[in-house]
Nanobody
Framework: QVQLVESGGGLVQAGGSLRLSCAAS????????MAWHRQAPGKQRELVAT???????NYADSVKGRFAISRDNAKNMVFLQMNSLKPEDTAVYYC??????????????WGQGTQVTVSS
């Protein structure tokens, strides 16, 4: 059983910062890519940022220059530093990872989500 647990969400004023964390646990060989997605009320879930095992990153245009994704491979964790937050960043943020099983199959896993609310 693989589990992803997010933390760090909350309420912040526009211009403020938050740092999200996600810890993966369970039985898997290794983690390939990790990512953060978000879903605002009435909108589809969208990709925010991704990071490969080697540390290559990619960001949605809407967060470039404000958000930074990082990971700790030894601890199976991924982080999202969010600066200069805007009300439009308000959403439930989900951690996602692609991991290899001990039979070398690749599987996608999702966290339960953490709420980020940015007030104007």
């Amino acid at each position: 059983q693989v589990q992803l647990v997010e933390s760090g969400g909350g309420l912040v004023q526009a211009g403020g910062s938050l740092r999200l964390s996600c810890a993966a646990s369970g039985s898997f060989l290794d983690i390939r890519s990790m990512a953060w997605h978000r879903q605002a009320p009435g909108k589809q879930r969208e990709l925010v940022a991704t990071i490969t095992r080697d540390g290559a990153t990619n960001y949605a245009d809407s967060v470039k220059g404000r958000f930074a994704i990082s990971r700790d491979n030894a601890k199976n964790m991924v982080f999202l530093q969010m600066n200069s937050l805007k009300p439009e960043d308000t959403a439930v943020y989900y951690c996602n990872m692609q991991a290899r099983s001990y039979t070398f199959s690749r599987n996608d896993y999702w966290g339960q989500g953490t709420q980020v609310t940015v007030s104007s």
